[in-house]
Every structure is written in structure tokens, then in C-alpha cells.
């Protein structure tokens, strides 16, 4: 949620008051104030599972999302808010030896749980690496897919994010949205502004799917041909 202080100007001359808002940064990384805030509200991280997998799993969720986001065997894909890896386990079993899953999150705590859980498991085709919430801080012209699974409305300061997300994607990368039509302080984002804020950064819509098998919708983004100059990035009106 954005918060504003209020200067005002006031002049001797008679009842000659101005009030301008200013915006508050004082709680922004240095690394973000060169990116505008999102004129929305800001979802807390409540919880790293989206749901309980036992459920996630009779609606086929993960296979679903899989099959429409096309990973196969050999794939290299980034599961960005991880959380205790209910897509990063089934990621990995499905891209294979050939394949790698980086699982991303910002949270030591379940980063450390994920780990004791890829170790269980015997998956050796994880790695698992801590970001920060303006940078998701992955290896350059990595990934074929980067999976944003329930978590993109609880991006902080997502200009930013999107921004140092572009550099991580190999040629013909792509990145998997699956989110809920609501509002951003009600765990969703409306795929409207969901779409703004993607294209204000330098990216394309190729597909987007309203799947109620999977509890949202299924989006899908490539890089345009030029990354978006912070200092040229405008902030979508979430009105």
C-alpha cells in the first residue's frame, strides 16, 4: 500500500493554500527508487503455500500448468516464490536429468525448508537461491520459463522486479503468470492491470487463460524488443 505525506505551501496572500501529495519512499530498497511505486495495494505474504498440495493435486494443478506453460524434458525453468516447493519438486521430476529448477524466494526460513525437502527427496536437479524483493537476482540468459505461481500480486515493487527479471530469460524465454481475478489486497491481481504492468516494463502478452480447474488464469509473457528505461517506466492506474 503506497503511503503519502502532505506538504503545503501556504501563502501570505489571503486564503491562498496549496497541498501537493509526496510519496513516501522511506521504507523502499535504494535499489527501487529509481522505479515507480504500483498504484495498487500490495498483498501481505501471509502464507508460502498457496494452498494444501493434497488438494492442488486432484485438480491437477501443477500438471496443468506444465502442459500450457509446454515444460518437457531438458527444460531450464526458475520457480520464483517457491515457498516449501510444491511446483519446484513437480518441475523438477518433469524437465529430468537433462533438465535444471531454480526455486527463488525471499524467505530464508522456507528456502531452508525447501532444502531439507529437495534432500528427502533425492532431487538433484534443484538449486535453490535466496532473492530480494526488487530483484529476483537470477544467472543471466538462464531460463526457458520463470514461473510466477500465486505470488506476483505480492511483489513489493514490481517495476523493478519485472525489470531485473528481463536479463534472466534465454532466447525465446518466457514467463508463466498464474494468478486470481481480484484485487491485488485480496491475493489477485485483475488481468488488466496485470497486463499494464508487464507492458509498461518491455513485455508482450502471447496468452492468457481463464482456467477454473487450476482456481485462476494462466498468462503468458515474451520479451518485446527493448527493456523499458526506468526513468521512463509509468506507473498503471489501478482505478
Known sequence: MMRFATICLISFAPVLVACEPMVDQSNRPATALEFPLPDRPVAEIISNQFSNEDARDERNEAQV?????????????????AGEGYYTVRLAQRVGEDGRVLAQDISREALQRLGRRVERERLENISIKLG????????VDSFDRIFLVHMYHEVTEPY????RLWPAMAEDGQIIVVDVDRPTDRHG???????CEFDAVGYNLVEFIERPDIRGYFARFERSEARTDPSDIKACSNG
Do not use: H, R, S
Request: charged residues 20%; without cysteine.
Open 189 to 195: 491481481i485483475p488481468p488488466k492491470l496485470l497486463f
Open 160 to 163: 523493478a522486479f519485472l525489470w
Open 132 to 139: 530480494q524483493p526488487d530483484d529476483p537476482q537470477l544467472p
Open 65 to 81: 500448468v506444465m502442459d500450457l506453460a509446454n515444460i518437457e524434458e531438458g527444460t531450464t525453468v526458475a520457480d520464483i516464490g
